[in-house]
């Protein structure tokens, strides 16, 4: 990696105000680049390739502070560095161990962390976000994956009222709903209940008692370490977001530690690949579709035959904290 010596302009920014942008040609990497930057609570102005670059050069945002260059640097990256007068342009990488190598990951990110605190001369890079002293305070040992569409809410919601927050487990939420809706979803659900409900707008961390809602115009991963990673790529395929993609990914990083539910909704999402993951021991259950507004999602879980619980809001409720009860026990006995 080589880069400019200046950091002129940068010296009285705080790192919230720093803008960056990312050139880099391999999709993996961009998104490596895209959640470490905003992990690190810089402002990401743009990721894309040298021919995104070229298309979009009139409407790039000329005030950039970093550049992080992992492409060929011709006449067009250095026209657009120039123009935008930057502080500081770092070229030539590593490349980013895939999510689910959590360990290398993570080493891979700490190594830019620290490049980037150097060469800007922002020691608050490296300071250690207070977040993390209170995750520990709440760790959870279950995920909670929630999928639904027509008439969830309110299934979802009485699923809650009857789910006590103190449990060590963490929601995460897939919603079929319309795009000019979903920011009115978490006041619906947390409504006379103590689950804080929030929509996923950046990288973060699953935490014990709280519902992170997966959004509609962006796909997110979940990685071995408790991660939610916000991609830049749209959802694929007719369901926005797709439950039966996320259901798959928490399965296979998750295993016996995840536990799905499905409820009440139309069509058949959640249950394309339930045949794939049968080996990772996961939990499916799902709300009795004689009480669903939409039956045909849950009934869809029912007819793969690997559904392994029936009932209500409330008694799922009352299931999933009867069966972290169940497990707790059988750990101690041992």
């Known amino acids: 990696m080589r880069d400019s010596d200046s950091t002129l302009g940068l010296k009285d920014k705080n790192k919230g105000s720093v803008k960056v942008m990312v050139i880099a040609e391999d999709h993996h990497q961009r998104m490596a680049f895209s959640d470490t930057v905003r992990s690190f609570g810089l402002i990401l102005v743009g990721c894309m390739s040298q021919e995104q670059l070229r298309k979009k050069s009139e409407t ?20 657009a560095t120039t123009g935008s007068k930057a502080a500081a342009i770092l070229i030539g990488f590593s490349q980013a161990p895939y999510l689910n190598e959590a360990c290398q990951y993570a080493k891979w990110q700490r190594k830019l962390k620290r490049k980037l605190a150097h060469t800007l001369a922002l020691p608050t890079l490296l300071e250690v976000p207070a977040q993390k002293t209170e995750n520990r305070d709440r760790e959870w040992q279950y995920v909670v994956f929630l ?3 027509m008439g969830g809410p309110s299934a ?30 978490p006041r619906v659900l947390n409504r006379h209940n103590d689950w804080p409900c929030h929509l996923i707008t950046s990288s973060q961390r699953l935490r014990a ?72 021991h996961s939990q499916l259950w799902v709300q009795d579709p004689s009480l669903s ?16 619980f029936i009932g209500s809001p409330a008694d799922l409720a009352k299931k ?5 009860s169940e497990r707790a026990v059988t750990a101690s006995s041992f």
């Open 147 to 149: 999928g639904a569409s």
């Open 320 to 324: 999933l904290t009867d069966y972290i």
């Open 209 to 280: 008692g709280q519902c992170l809602i997966a959004p509609i115009n962006r796909q997110i991963v979940c990685d071995s370490t408790g991660r939610v990673i916000l991609l830049e790529q749209d959802w694929m395929g007719e369901y926005k977001p797709a439950i039966g993609q996320i259901l798959k990914n928490t399965s296979d990083v998750y295993g016996s530690e995840l536990i799905n539910i499905i409820f009440s909704g139309m069509g058949n999402d959640g249950s394309q690949y339930l045949d794939l993951i049968q080996d990772n």
């Open 156 to 185: 979802i919601k009485e699923f809650l009222d009857n789910l006590s927050p103190t449990l060590p487990v963490c929601l995460l939420l897939a919603h079929h709903f319309n795009s000019a809706m979903i920011g009115t979803l």
């Open 60 to 79: 790039i945002d000329p005030a950039i502070d970093i550049w992080l260059i992992d492409s060929d640097y011709d006449d067009n990256i250095v026209t």
């Open 293 to 308: 507004a939409c039956p045909s999602q849950p009934q869809a879980i029912i007819d793969s035959g690997y559904c392994d």
